[in-house]
């Protein structure tokens, strides 16, 4: 049975890259399934051999017949166990597709339905999509189009807010450059004052914010402390005297990451406009917007360009940035990371009004 969906363009285009994919959506990250789909493997028939091995790839979070989960016991690589050397899922091969829990069956893929309309969007955080996304020449675009019909997530949401939404994604992908279209946005939906050229405090919340990652993320970690090597940050604490010379550092190293990407811009545009439909921007889970989802995704521009700057090698490749960015969205989408990002522009962008068109035309430069 099929249904519409509106859906990124890219999306009829889009398939896993199953063995060849470099970072496998398994690893890395906790994988969760539901009590039900631990209860159906358990119950699954199988030779004996493969029970043992899908009888250890997963513990209980409490008991399955009153709402418990169970998680995949990761290797000593942080990979998943029943993934073969080959990079394929031991489990599809094995008992077929229809016995894959959901998370595994559909990621990236995040079906729901708003306002009695249906929709996928796709994470970034999938490897496929941002490599999709970077291989772009112009603005991330949207569609319907027919689909079978799969689970689909309820989001409560007022109908005024689920036009917003779709509003939103118009307004951002026909501007003219990123700070247009931000400011479009801005006069759109949320009316913040536009301040002057950024003093420094744009970078004290950069290099406070990848400072925190590199101590306290598994998950970014690595790439975050990567890039305070690369800027000279390891070990030292957000000071005003050294934000001159991390400005300086910083913008050295966008010069040399823009001969890697030169079209880095649309990149980031992309990004962000799949980002946003992903999580129903600004109205994330049918709340009320207001300002913060805005300030959130202007730290979220500014901390991937960062991060991702830093970590480019000068001799880099354009499959190194998608690694690093696809990595960065495990956290940027599927974390608390959008209500820290509020966090951290509050504590250093608010000291001037109108700090985050600051903050934006620095990335711009």
């Not at 358990?42 to 998680?71: I, M, S, V």
């Not at 360009?305 to 599927?334: K, Y």
Request: charged share 25%; net charge negative; proline share 5%.
């Amino acid at each position: 049975m099929s249904r519409t969906y509106y859906v990124p363009d890219y999306y009829p285009g889009f398939a896993c890259k199953c063995g060849s994919c470099r970072n496998s959506c398994c690893r890395g990250w906790p994988v969760i399934i539901t009590g039900e789909e631990y209860t159906r493997l358990q119950e699954a028939e199988c030779a004996p051999e493969y029970r043992r091995k899908l009888n250890e790839a997963f513990n209980l979070d409490g008991d399955p017949r009153r709402g418990g989960t169970a998680h995949v016991v990761h290797d000593r690589s942080g990979g998943c166990p029943l993934l073969s050397k080959a990079g394929l899922c031991t489990l599809q091969l094995e008992l077929g597709e229809e016995i894959l829990p959901d998370v595994c069956r559909l990621y990236p893929r995040n079906t729901r339905e708003v306002c009695g309309e249906a929709e996928c969007a796709c994470a970034g955080s999938c490897e496929a999509v941002t490599e999709l996304l970077l291989q772009r020449d112009g603005p991330l675009g949207f569609c319907s189009v027919e689909l079978e019909e799969e689970p689909r997530f309820p989001i409560d949401m007022k109908e005024s807010f689920f036009r917003e939404c779709r509003l939103a994604l118009d307004v951002f992908r026909r501007g003219n450059g990123l700070e247009d279209r931000f400011r479009s946005l801005n006069a759109a939906l949320f009316h913040l004052p536009e301040g002057e050229d950024a003093d420094l405090n744009g970078v004290g919340m950069l290099w406070d914010m990848t400072a925190y990652f590199a101590k306290n993320s598994p998950i970014i970690g690595d790439y975050c402390r990567k890039a305070s090597a690369r800027y000279g940050l390891e070990g030292q604490k957000p000071e005003k005297d050294g934000f001159p010379l991390l400005a300086e550092r910083y913008a050295q190293a966008r010069r040399a990451g823009r001969t890697i990407l030169p079209d880095w811009e649309t990149g980031l545009t992309n990004l962000l406009l799949n980002s946003m439909f992903y999580n129903s921007f600004p109205h994330v889970g049918g709340t009320n917007g207001e300002e913060d989802p805005f300030l959130s995704v202007c730290v979220t521009a500014a901390f991937l360009d960062f991060v991702l700057m830093g970590c480019l090698p000068e001799r880099g490749s354009r499959e190194e940035a998608a690694d690093i960015l696809s990595t960065l969205f495990r956290l940027i989408e599927h974390s608390d990371f959008k209500y820290r990002a509020v966090k951290y522009y509050r504590e250093w962008g608010d000291r001037s009004p109108g700090a985050w068109l600051g903050i934006l035309r620095r990335i711009t430069e």
